[in-house]
């Protein structure tokens, strides 16, 4: 068998290269694909092979002297090859993706992927410890649910961008280097900025701010990062953060917004076949959210959770205890709630001492705030939003009552200067977004290269 050459066939129709998501439209034609062995089954006179380019999933059929060469016999996971040959619908009664096939009449092997300990087999699969799998977190992403869950993501963040064209929201890129805490200071990762103090950027909350009376509403696809020191489901050192700012609003119209953009947005990404079939792929049980959420006030919530018996732990006597107003609900109570509630649900006008220094009060109500958060089922809060203060000495005294240092906020105080006005905005967790979209357990699973306390690698 090592001196079988195989010679591409020069008489038969040229082959066209092309990817294998366009395969179908060269049924009966003679194409040329080049990939990944994804999947192999080989018998003793032919090679079935699954092969993987990125854009989809085709079965090759390899036999004869094609499937003698000592490359064919020796062929492993993950090899790349080159494939030449004729698409076929399957036949009666056989299975493969999109129900057609590559029937070879050339094929090459480009690079021979390891076997034996070093197969890829070997290094990873389903029984994978979870340390490890983050560890080869490169070759996760071969398999099909990692893909596929980043493919649903680009076409969420496709879908969001074509949501806020719609409703005229312009994107802006603001940085990721700054030097002003938006969501605290506990949680900044500081770095040396030519010798001057500066942190990676909490939120871009600020800086959509600053654009309102330049450029109207305004949103931003941004890294957020936070040093968190909580391990769990759905708390990441780096994510992606997609915040708007709107001018002019009231606090019902801002609910209103973050509504219509996650369900618009929804239904845009489910309008597109493939990606709907991913989607119902990965959570079969997905159904659409619909509106209006229900508005739940915090108080309401804190009486919500008492009558339900879900408690929280007291810090000094780590006895479960009931929630009192003033609590912040801690992430287990607000899961159980948002599950057994069972639909989104916009938790709102917080305490002012549980929320950040802009927060605008509620008028008549002055201990809490204009701050509304979105939970949905599984996940819990993957929205944090509020109306801002608009009032310079109210901000100034906002400062003061968080401890922070107005001199470095001076262009955001400014904006109470020149013009000031009612506005409000919120920021997504993209990866939240799409847990819960996409059913996945943790956030962890919705990131390219998910960063968390102690994982920075690859
Ligand atoms: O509630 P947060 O902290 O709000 C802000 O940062 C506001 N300044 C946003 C704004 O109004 N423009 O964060 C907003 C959202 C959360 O609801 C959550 O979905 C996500 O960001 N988030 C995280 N996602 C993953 N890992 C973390 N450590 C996250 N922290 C917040």
Redesign the pocket.
């Known amino acids: 068998s090592k001196k079988i050459q195989l010679v591409e066939d020069t008489s038969l129709p040229p082959a066209t290269k092309v990817k294998i998501r366009g395969c179908a439209n060269y049924h009966e034609k003679r194409v040329r694909v080049f990939g990944w062995v994804h999947r192999l089954r080989q018998q003793k006179e032919n090679t079935f092979i699954v092969l993987r380019d990125g854009s989809g999933y085709l079965q090759c059929f390899i036999s004869g002297k094609l499937a003698q060469t000592y490359d064919a016999l020796t062929l492993t996971l993950e090899s790349t090859v080159e494939i030449v040959g004729t698409m076929k619908p399957v036949p009666e009664g056989k299975t493969a993706p999109d129900g057609h096939e590559l029937i070879a009449d050339y094929w090459k092997l480009i690079h021979a992927a390891p076997s034996g300990d070093d197969a890829f087999s070997n290094k990873i699969n389903e029984h994978s410890d979870p340390s490890l799998l983050a560890d080869y977190r490169h070759l996760v992403l071969r398999g099909e649910k990692a893909a596929s869950v980043l493919r649903v993501r680009a076409a969420m963040l496709g879908a969001f961008r074509t949501t806020f064209e719609k409703l005229g929201v312009l994107e802006v890129t603001p940085p990721c280097m700054v030097q002003t805490q938006?969501?605290g200071g506990a949680?900044l990762f500081k770095l040396d900025y030519y010798g001057q103090p500066a942190f990676l950027t909490?939120?871009?909350?600020?800086y959509?701010e600053t654009c309102l009376p330049s450029l109207g509403d305004v949103y931003c696809v941004q890294e957020?990062f936070?040093a968190?020191n909580?391990h769990t489901r759905?708390?990441?050192?780096?994510?992606t953060?997609l915040?708007?700012?709107l001018a002019f609003i009231t606090f019902d119209d801002l609910m209103t917004h973050i509504e219509n953009i996650i369900c618009d947005s929804v239904e845009i990404l489910l309008a597109d076949p493939v990606i709907s079939k991913l989607v119902y792929q990965l959570n079969p049980k997905f159904q659409q959210p619909k509106r209006p959420f229900m508005r739940l006030d915090y108080r309401d919530a804190i009486k919500w959770l008492n009558e339900h018996g879900i408690k929280r732990e007291d810090e000094n006597t780590h006895e479960m205890v009931d929630h009192v107003v003033g609590d912040d609900i801690a992430e287990a109570a607000e899961r159980k709630m948002t599950d057994e509630i069972g639909v989104p649900i916009f938790l709102n006008k917080f305490p002012r001492e549980l929320k950040?220094f802009?927060m605008k009060r509620v008028p008549g109500d002055e201990e809490y705030t204009e701050s509304v958060?979105?939970l949905m089922p599984n996940?819990g809060?993957?929205?944090?939003?509020?109306m801002?203060i608009s009032d310079m000495q109210e901000l100034l005294e906002g400062y003061k009552r968080e401890g922070i240092d107005p001199a470095p906020y001076y262009w955001f105080t400014d904006q109470r200067k020149y013009g000031t006005c009612e506005h409000?905005?919120?920021?997504?967790?993209?990866?939240?977004?799409l847990a819960w979209l996409c059913d996945r357990y943790t956030?962890r699973d919705c990131s390219l290269y998910p960063r968390w306390p102690g994982r920075a690698t690859p």
């Open positions: 938006v969501e949680t909490q939120s871009s909350q600020l959509l957020s936070r968190e909580s759905r708390h990441l050192s780096e994510y953060h915040e708007a700012e950040a802009y958060d979105l996940v809060e993957i929205v944090g939003g509020s801002r409000g905005g919120y920021g997504l967790g993209v990866e939240r977004l956030v």
